[in-house]
C-alpha cells in the first residue's frame, strides 16, 4: 500500500496531534519516526486535554496500531508516565501500541550532561528541552547507544554502566550542577518494568509487511522542519531529522513508498526558545497573539515567541518535503486582529527574495510585508469553507496562491471536531 506524511512545517507547535488524531480512523497505523520526549502532541477530545510526548497520536482511536518507530529516543520514565494517563482514562492500548526494538534509550546521564551542557552556554543556549535528546542522538551517531532490544539481554547492565561512565568522563568538562544520579536511576531502572511490557517489534519489517498486506500507514512527525538538524536554523534546532527524509531512515522504509506528504502550519508564527525567527512580533501584537493562543510549550511550558505568517520560511518546508497538501491551524487566533501581515519577501544582499540565505542567524535582512484586512469575526460553528467570512476566505486564498500548494484543512478551534475539510 503505502505511507502518508504528516509533519510541521514551522519550528514545531503546529497542531500536528490533533490534526493527526482527526484523520487517523482513515489508517490502519500511525507510527512516529523521530523525536523523543521534547515533543508534545496536544489534543483536545470532549473537554479533556492529553498531551503525548512519545507515543503516536493515534492512540485514542479503536482498532488502530501505533508504532514507536527505530529513530525516536525513549525516556522510559516519561513513556511510564503517559501510559499511566492512558491507563487513568480507560484508553485501551496494549494491543495496539508497539515499540521498535532499535529504537534507543535516553538514560538519566542523559538528562544530566544535557542539563549540564545548556548550562555552561550561558547567553548562547541553544534553549533544549533538557529531556537528554541530544546526548542521546551523539550516543546514537558515536555507536554506543542503547536501544531497546538491549534490555532484554544478558550483557545489558554491563552496556549502561559502561555508558554512564563515559557520561562522567564528559561532565568533568562542565561546571558542576546539582543533579541526583542515584534517584533518577532508581526511577529509570523501575520504569523499565512497564517498557517491557509493551510489545517490542523488528520496526523495519513490521512496517514493510503492513505495507505489502495494503495496510494505511500514517506517520507522524515531531517537532517542525524549520528545526531539523541538517536543514533547520543551525544550531537552534534539534538532534534529528524532521523533515520527508526522516521518514525513511525514522521507519525503515523506501522512498517509493511514500505517498502524501501533508504539511501543517499555523495561520501565523511561533518558536520556542532561542535562535532565529525573522517575522518575529517581540510587541504587543505577539503579546496579543500569545494570550489568544495560549502559545506556551506544551512539554516545558515554556512561553512561545509569537510573529506573522513567514510565505519564504513555508516555501522551503513545502520544497524540502515534497509537500502536497497544507494544512492551515488556529486561524480562530486572528479573529480579532484588524489587520494580518503577511511576510512575503525577505530583503538582503541588496535584493527581495523568497529564497533562505544560508545562515538565518547571522544574515541582516528586512522582511516584505503584504497586509490583509481582518474579519472581525468569531469561527466557532463554521463547518465549511463557504461559511468562513470573505475577508478569512481572502486570506486563505492569498496564502494558497503565495505556497502553489493545495489548503486541504483549516482548524477554527482546539476541539477535534473544529476542523474544516475542503
Known sequence: MYIDVLLGLQWGDEGKGKVVDYIADQYDIVARFQGGPNAGHTIRINDNKYVLHTIPSGVFRPNILNLIGSGVVIDPITFERELTTLDKEGIAYRERLLISKKAHLILPSHRWLDAASEASKGKEKIGSTLKGIGPTYMDKTGRNGLRVGDIFTNDFHKKYNALVEKHRGLLRQ????????????????????????????????????????????????????????????????????????????GLGIAPSKINEVIGIAKAYCTRVGSGPFPTEQDNETGEKMRAIGHEFGATTGRPRRCGWIDLPQLLYTIMINGVTQVIITKLDVLNDFDEIWAGETYQYDGIATTELPFDLCTTEMQINYTHHPGWNQDLQGINSFHQLPDKAKTYLTYLENQLKTKISMISTGPERSELIVR
Open 174 to 249: 562542565f561546571p558542576e550542577i546539582e543533579f541526583d544520579l542515584n534517584a533518577e536511576e532508581e526511577k529509570w531502572f523501575a520504569s523499565l518494568e512497564t517498557l517491557k511490557s509493551i510489545k517490542t517489534v523488528n520496526g523495519e519489517y513490521f512496517i514493510n509487511q503492513a505495507l505489502t498486506d495494503r495496510k494505511k500507514v500514517l506517520a507522524e512527525g515531531a517537532q517542525g522542519s524549520m528545526l531539523d538538524i541538517d536543514y533547520g536554523t543551525y544550531p537552534y534546532v534539534t538532534s534529528s531529522n524532521t523533515i520527508t527524509a526522516g521518514v525513511c531512515s
